[in-house]
C-alpha cells in the first residue's frame, strides 16, 4: 500500500520560505517519479515539480520555477520541496504525489502565505 505523509507546511509572510517533506512507503520509491502537486482555494490542481528516479530529470511549473526546488533521498524514501520568494498566490494544500496518479497522495500540508 503506497503511504505518502508530508510535512513542513506553515503560514508564512510573502518573501519567506518553507521546505516541505514527504515520507514515502509501501512502493520502490528509488523506482519511482515523484510530484508535488497543490490546490489552492476555488483553483484547479496544479502540479508544481516533477523529478525523475535518479534527479536527472526534473520539470517546474512555470509560476514557480526559479523560487522552488525539488529534491530526494532515494536511501530514506524522502522528497523535499523548498519553497522559496513565497507569494499570496502560492497560497494552497501541497500533496506529495506518486508518479503523476493523484490518487496516490498524502493527506497534504498546507502552505498559506499573508502579510
Known amino acids: 500500500e503506497v503511504q505518502l505523509v508530508e510535512s513542513g507546511g506553515g503560514s508564512v509572510q510573502p518573501g519567506g520560505s518553507l521546505r516541505l517533506s514527504c515520507q514515502a512507503s509501501g512502493f520502490t520509491f528509488s523506482a519511482a517519479y515523484m510530484s508535488w502537486i497543490r490546490q489552492g482555494p476555488g483553483k484547479e490542481r496544479e502540479r508544481v515539480a516533477l523529478?525523475?528516479?535518479?534527479?536527472?530529470?526534473?520539470d517546474y511549473a512555470d509560476s514557480v520555477k526559479g523560487r522552488f526546488t525539488v529534491s530526494r533521498d532515494n536511501s530514506k524514501a524522502m522528497l523535499y520541496l523548498h519553497l522559496r520568494g513565497l507569494r499570496t498566490e502560492d497560497t494552497a494544500m501541497y500533496y506529495c504525489?506518486?508518479?503523476?496518479?493523484?490518487?496516490?497522495r498524502g493527506q497534504g500540508t498546507q502552505v498559506t502565505v499573508t502579510s
Open positions: 504525489v506518486k508518479g503523476t496518479n493523484w490518487a496516490e
Open positions: 523529478i525523475s528516479p535518479a534527479s536527472t530529470t526534473i
